[in-house]
């Protein structure tokens, strides 16, 4: 079934839907588809990603001229309907003056009521309703009753009404003091679907069979038959934008029953996707047999955007995880990308709702991990081996009993530390001698002039504080710097911010820092360190990695943490969110539940948060650098890393699908070959198995 004037209705509709994927900024009301360091002087632009999107803007009434007077109103209307598409129908308003004009029903500039529609997504569907004249003038303070005359929108669907009254050849009263009203409009007719979530393929190989699931419910007033002469059937259509349809009539799936009106089924489709690689919308489209589809009686179908592509393209924003504080937006919203410039008490509000800015209690000192498997985010580490001196000189002592000194050093004097199976050796590097051999023993190593730092030649760093130092259950060096809190961030921040970035971005990189490393010291349980010195957890270089201007944000929040609850919150940051923030629970925390993964219960102050400043960020190198991005790989490539990664070979790859969470990043993808299917975790498959550089992805261009 194919009728002429449907189907130039339809592919009218994708040829739209097709121009937005472009850029292009049209919006239907039936639409639904809608890069560990590099230098050590820079090695802190970490994870994350740039999904800004664009606000909406309704259209205006700048030509008109508003006259000087406070024009505000209240409207009050009960829900209205079912209406048919189309249909012209009338709805009681009640409004009352509280401006301090009268409301004039006649002359040049008369008062009417008029009206907005927007649909369930909130896309403007109607700006200039109707007008409806009111009853008579309306005195400040007086109330009136006015029948709006309402048209109905000619495709089915529950829609937002939003009454506002006009001062004709002047403005809308909402464009001054007077928010519109608001009611909902439901259009409906004897043959009407709404189509919920469905297992459509973001990306399938020409000529693929994929089995997908679609969630449809009966929005009408007669019930779906699903045997006799004209039973009712989901089916589909491959649309590409142009008047003719790739696949007009698509495989049909069954009814289980009769669908009542308002009960919702869930239907298995089988859907084979062209044989020619290109960018095409499936339409999802109930039909009855013998009578027509329902896209032929105003009933909206479902697009998707979907890729038929051999092997699999994927388009990204940003670098890293997305979650908490973007390092790129924190420097936009520094340099008043948007308008306003942010403290960075300010900016990491933003990036941390429902957190409490707080002092840091007096804690014991932070321990970093100096040792493999760290690298310090310089690709040096310490093994079995490690030489220490310092400037000033150093004493060596039993970190059970400081009274205990093996060892005193002059000044630049070197102590070797080395194991012997399980036995740590200390040796006097100047005289030769063994100052120190035992078993399962932990040794302090202070400089004696407490302002001097102790250097490490196998790091190539100085370090601020003291060092420990035992032997690992694998006969390797356990090296751990412990150091106060803020002289562990004066040779954090430098490692995680580029020193030259606003002074108020390196306030909040400060703070969120500090707070990770707190929370980090607060959940170590028994282990005998709190922070690697590396991008598992902060690129820390001590005091080599010092600069004034990072040593001076250190400085002007010293002590400043986040809490909730009175605890450290659990800080995280990444370089570039994509313009949008994500809930931990939905990317590193997602849990599986049954066949698939659903996001986790996360932390009310890692949620997800729209980023608007980051795209707008530049430094002394230019603009922000973590933009669109594009990787492509063959079907082999995936059915490969697959195996490689998780055991499991799903023969020829053929069609993918992304598990998405609210903030627009995969939970889960899933991958289905030839041999079966697998349901993956996002941030390990993509960031991971694939090597993207974030999670904010698609499979068409955004």
Request: charged share 20%.
């Amino acid at each position: 079934m194919r009728p002429r004037s449907l189907l130039l209705l339809r592919v009218g509709t994708a040829a739209l839907l097709l121009a937005a994927v472009a850029g292009l900024a049209q919006r239907q009301p039936d639409s639904v588809a809608a890069q560990v360091a590099r230098t050590v002087g820079d090695v802190a632009n970490r994870a994350a990603e740039y999904a800004r999107g664009v606000p909406r803007s309704d259209p205006t009434t700048s030509t008109l001229n508003p006259k000087v007077v406070r024009a505000t109103a209240s409207y009050g209307a009960e829900p209205a309907g079912p209406v048919a598409p189309g249909e012209t129908t009338t709805v009681p308003v009640s409004l009352r003056n509280q401006g301090d004009d009268t409301w004039e029903t006649s002359g040049a500039h008369a008062v009417r009521l008029s009206y907005h529609v927007y649909d369930a997504g909130g896309a403007l569907v109607t700006w200039d309703g109707l007008r409806s004249a009111l009853p008579s003038d309306v005195a400040p303070g007086a109330e009136a009753t006015v029948r709006l005359r309402l048209t109905a929108p000619p495709v089915t669907g529950v829609y937002t009404v939003r009454p506002d009254l006009i001062r004709e050849g002047q403005a809308w009263f909402s464009a001054t003091d007077a928010p519109a009203g608001s009611f909902s409009l439901r259009v409906t007719a004897d043959l009407d679907a709404s189509y919920g979530p469905t297992t459509a393929p973001a990306s399938i190989v020409p000529d693929g069979d994929a089995t997908i699931e679609v969630h449809v419910a009966n929005a009408g007033l007669a019930t779906w038959p699903s045997g006799g002469e004209h039973p009712v059937r989901l089916a589909y259509h491959w649309l590409d934008g142009t008047p003719t349809a790739v696949i007009w009539d698509g495989g049909r799936a069954l009814l289980p029953h009769d669908v009542r009106p308002g009960e919702a089924v869930t239907l298995q489709v089988s859907v084979r996707a062209p044989r020619a690689e290109t960018t095409l919308i499936l339409a999802w489209d109930m039909v009855q047999e013998g009578v027509g589809w329902f896209s032929a009686h105003a009933v909206g179908s479902k697009h998707e955007i979907v890729r038929v592509q051999d092997g699999l393209t994927i388009y990204g924003k940003g670098w890293g995880h997305g979650i908490g504080l973007s390092q790129w937006g924190a420097q936009g919203w520094a340099e008043g990308a948007t308008g306003v410039k942010l403290t960075g008490e300010q900016i990491v509000a933003r990036y941390f709702p429902g957190a409490q800015l707080a002092t840091q209690p007096m804690t014991a000192p932070f321990r970093v991990l100096l040792s493999a498997p760290s690298t310090g985010c310089v690709g040096r580490s310490i093994a079995d081996v490690a030489h220490m001196r310092s400037e000033g000189g150093m004493r060596l002592v039993s970190n059970a009993d400081p009274g205990v000194v093996y060892v005193d050093t002059a000044p630049d004097e070197p102590v070797r530390f080395e194991t012997s199976g399980t036995t740590l050796v200390a040796v006097d590097e100047w005289s030769g001698e063994v100052v120190f051999s035992g078993e399962a023993t932990r040794l302090r190593l202070v400089p004696k002039q407490w302002w001097d730092p102790i250097g490490i030649a196998e790091k190539g760093l100085w370090y601020r504080g003291s060092m420990t130092v035992e032997v690992r259950d694998d006969a390797q060096l356990r090296v751990v710097n412990e150091v106060s809190s803020d002289d562990y961030m004066m040779g954090a921040l430098p490692g995680e911010m580029p020193s030259q970035w606003q002074m108020e971005a390196l306030r909040a990189q400060a703070i969120t820092a500090r707070t990770y490393a707190a929370w980090r010291q607060a959940t170590a349980g028994d282990r005998t360190w709190d922070v690697r010195d590396d991008t598992a957890d902060q690129c820390y270089g001590g005091h080599s990695f010092e600069s004034a201007r990072t040593t001076a944000a250190v400085a002007a929040t010293a002590g400043l943490i986040l809490t909730y609850n009175g605890a450290p919150i659990r800080a995280l940051y990444s370089s570039a969110d994509g313009g949008i923030t994500e809930n931990v629970g939905c990317v590193l925390e997602a849990e599986r539940i049954g066949p698939t993964w659903r996001c986790k219960d996360g932390w009310p102050y890692l949620a997800v948060v729209e980023d608007p400043a980051e795209a707008l960020a530049y430094d002394a190198r230019g603009g922000m650098p973590h933009g669109l991005w594009a990787e492509s790989f063959s079907g082999d490539e995936i059915r490969h890393q697959i195996i490689e990664d998780y055991g499991i070979d799903i023969g020829y790859y053929v069609w993918l699908e992304f598990n998405e969470s609210p903030g627009g990043r995969p939970i889960s993808v899933r991958v289905y070959g030839t041999l079966g299917s697998v349901d993956l975790k996002g941030d390990r498959f993509l960031r991971t198995t694939l090597g993207l550089k974030s999670t904010l992805v698609r499979t068409i261009p955004f």
